[in-house]
């Protein structure tokens, strides 16, 4: 049988270890052959071909649910749940979502793009079908790295009291997150997988006793039966929290042998209550670059499929965000011990590796747990230390109420650095930076700024470090800057509130935010070739406004224009429409940004143009609004 000739995982009855291993080599060969020429999560998915076809084995997926924890690892579960056909659009507009996706197939039963929901999801499916009597087996397949997460805890406790609730737990054990796990609960399994069981599995101890006298090969058949019952004596022992916790541990299992993958599948299915089955799996398992280099293997942009490395860009591009971000706090660090950097697993992605590398002393990586970090900085505020919360505008999300009880409250001075914030492209819904302006700019106490381009990032992060009334923070985008000069040193610090005038126009009053400056610059050389002349301003900060700037221009213009990376509602031009209502102004006021929509996965101009955020759309939006009794000039080219 082919890959391509599966159009549903039920069909993966009957085969034989042979034939599935078949599958397997197809699985991976589509998986790298489809993500070197589009990029995508990489690792994740190669590390469990072998445990997705075994599970699946032992399933009627037409009535048994799988929750995937995040997705990264899904690619598999989508070749073999008739997406095959269509996997080449991974990520590209209108093709196959990066993560499972509800509307996308009847076989993605839950969404995720965040880590630590799948037990609780799986088991919140567990319970609906006990209380209407249905018979349905539910599985939760989560990675080590997000076990770490507070709420995948919170659901093992609570389905750990639920002895007569059937619930499967996989734990992909891969011994990554992104980065290296980091903490007691990945050492924890560390040691049950060094455990002295599973090393005796290994074969070292083999060969010791084939060294005895009298011995050599001939006790080959009795030490693998005396291996069998060590492994089950040891289980109360090397799972010894789980069971505590009230869930049946089997494990570890090796995670790439079909054969007891599905031998111990088959074995959990019989147990009543929940059941943890530990798999241990290696990350880009079947191509050997990304398995000896798992971190930067975890996903990657188009590459060489036969090197390994990226295919080189058509044009040199400036320095990303994340970069001008790190290279900037590591020297703001080194002046300053009290500067302790936070990331929650992200500290490739954002970048804070280059500070762990010079200043380890000053960088803290609690993985998957965005609420810890956040109250972990309070911490450290309370102590007069510098904390620096650098977590992407997504997952700063998932800490809203430390955000709001344990910071704003009391008026700490934490420095939220948020990464990836407005259109992020491929990742789709779950991974866009829209919220932030609009979940922030409510609180009490928070002082909120984005730079218009990479060298004002570097005057932010000097005013960041260097406020101490309340809390702060700076959003800024994902990938590359504008190429501007920047400064090693030297920087001064941003006046809290101050904005300033970039173009002068006696028409209408322009007031960009953050990465839409540019466009707005943009947006008015277009309006100038119209006879229309707008003023621009980048207002640095969100809250508090510089109203002194902003209102005396809406009063003499009139007509004012707000452009913002984020959601509409609550956002800059939120902001800025109350500002004037409050002022008893009375002026027109467009604000144009991200409409009430998810946006989905494409590329960020295409993201852009669908949402009529390109200079020549909003151009045409504000001439249409000029003077509505005239048809729209059309600026498209």
């Known amino acids: 049988m082919h890959l391509s000739d599966i159009t549903h995982p039920n069909q993966l009855h009957g085969l034989s270890i042979h034939q599935l291993e078949q599958i397997a080599r197809q699985i991976r060969e589509k998986h790298l052959q489809t ?17 997705t076809l075994a599970l699946y084995q032992t399933l009627d997926l037409d009535r048994d649910k799988v929750v995937w924890d995040v997705g990264h690892q899904a690619y598999p579960h989508k070749m073999i749940t008739g997406r095959y056909n269509r996997f080449h659009t991974l990520r590209q507009k209108d093709g196959i979502a990066g993560y499972l996706k509800r509307s ?21 499916m567990a319970l609906a079908r006990d209380r209407k009597g249905e018979n349905f087996k539910v599985v939760a397949i989560i990675g080590d790295g997000a076990l770490t997460g507070g709420m995948a805890l919170e659901a093992i406790n609570h ?6 609730t059937n619930l499967l737990v996989v734990l992909n054990d891969n011994e990554m997150s992104i980065s290296p796990n980091v903490g007691a609960i990945p050492r924890y399994l560390n040691k049950i997988r060094l455990s002295p069981p599973v090393q005796f599995l290994t074969g070292n101890l083999e060969e010791q006793f084939k060294q005895l006298p009298f011995v050599g090969e001939s006790l080959t058949p009795e030490l693998n039966r005396v291996k069998e019952g060590m492994k089950r004596l040891a ?41 943890l089955v530990h798999v241990s799996t290696t990350k880009g398992k079947g191509y050997a670059i990304a398995e000896e280099d798992q971190v930067g293997y975890h996903a990657q942009s188009p590459f060489n499929l036969a090197t390994g490395k990226a295919k080189p860009s058509q044009k040199p591009t400036p320095p990303k965000y994340s970069k001008v971000f790190a290279e900037t706090l590591v020297k703001l660090a080194e002046n300053n011990p009290k500067i302790i950097a936070i990331t929650a697993a992200m500290g490739e992605g954002t970048g804070l590796t280059k500070l762990q590398e010079k200043l380890p002393r000053q960088y803290i990586d609690v993985g998957i747990a965005e609420q810890h970090a956040v109250t ?3 911490g450290l505020a309370c102590e007069g230390m510098r904390p620096v919360a650098a977590i992407y505008s997504t997952f700063l999300q998932r800490a809203y109420d430390q955000i709001v009880h344990d910071i704003c409250i009391q008026k700490l001075p934490v420095f939220f650095c948020l990464d990836r914030a407005g ?6 819904p779950t991974h866009q930076g829209m919220y932030d302006i609009a979940y922030l700019r409510c609180l009490p106490n ?11 990032l570097q005057r932010m992060l000097l005013t960041g470090v260097n406020y101490t009334d309340g809390p702060i923070a700076v959003r800024y985008p994902r990938g590359s800057g504008y190429g501007v000069p920047l400064m090693d040193d030297g920087w001064e610090p941003l006046p809290i509130g101050k904005g300033e005038m970039l173009r002068q126009g006696d028409d209408l009053l322009l007031v960009g935010y953050g990465t839409m400056v540019q466009a707005a610059l943009q947006t008015a050389e277009i309006l100038n070739e119209h006879g229309v002349e707008a003023t621009v301003v980048n207002p640095r900060f969100a809250k508090p406004l510089d109203t002194e700037l902003i209102l005396p221009l809406a009063r003499r213009l009139g007509r004012v224009v707000t452009l913002e990376e984020g959601c509409r509602i609550g956002g800059l031009g939120s902001a800025v429409a109350e500002a004037i209502l409050d002022a008893n102004i009375t002026a027109s006021v467009q604000r144009l940004g991200v409409p009430d929509v998810l946006v989905d996965h494409a590329t960020p101009n295409e993201s852009k143009a669908t949402l009529g955020l390109t200079p020549p759309q909003i151009a045409e939006q504000i001439l249409a609004k000029l003077d509505s009794r005239q048809p729209a000039v059309s600026l498209q080219h």
Do not use: C, Q, R, W
Not at 104 to 124: M, N, Q, R, V
Not at 238 to 260: C, I, R
Not at 423 to 428: L, N
């Open 35 to 51: 993500v070197a020429t589009s990029g995508g999560h990489l690792g994740p998915g190669l590390g469990v071909v072998e445990l």
């Open 159 to 164: 389905a750990g009291h639920l002895p007569t």
């Open 104 to 124: 996308e197939s009847k076989f993605d039963h839950f969404g995720a793009g965040h880590a630590s929901t799948s037990i609780s999801s799986a088991l919140g």
């Open 423 to 428: 259109i992020v492209g491929a990742d789709g």
């Open 235 to 275: 289980v109360p022992k090397v799972g010894a929290v789980f069971e505590e916790l009230g869930f049946t541990y089997m494990g570890p299992v090796d995670g790439h042998n079909l054969s007891e993958l599905i031998n111990t599948f088959k074995e959990a299915h019989k147990h009543i209550g929940p059941v």
């Open 376 to 378: 972990l900085a309070a």
């Open 446 to 456: 928070m002082v909120l700024m984005a730079p218009k381009d990479e060298a004002e």
